[in-house]
């Protein structure tokens, strides 16, 4: 981003960068205090664990960077399926999650929200109908 572009087009960055700064920081102290009730404590193991940022990555990827929905999506997803895998699989899950990210960076680089459902619809439904007419 261009901050004197910006500012011929009559927008303040400095305004624009505080806002967003501004906007962020309630972001994260709204989560921090979402965990906090969850958690009951804070300390920085819990914090600065890795699995935060991998969790993040992961819900992105999988839901779709590119869009609003998809992120909505990941985490909806990701949240069942990790809380599912963590009491069923305790010390599988993380390997799991860990090639649901490879397998989703390989095969769904936009993530769910963005795969061409129409298309796959398209090509499930013409093998069907291809199959239909071979038995006739």
Known sequence: MDEERAATMGVNPMRVKLLGFCLSAWFAGALGAAMAVRWTYIDPHTVFNPFIVFQTVLISMVGGPL???????????????????????????????GVLLIVSVLYLPDGIAGYDWKRLWRRLTGRKKAAEQTHE
């Open 67 to 97: 869009t609003v929905a998809g992120p909505l999506i990941g985490a909806l997803g990701f949240s069942l399926l990790s809380e599912y895998l963590r009491l069923s699989l305790p010390y599988l899950y993380l390997i799991i999650l």
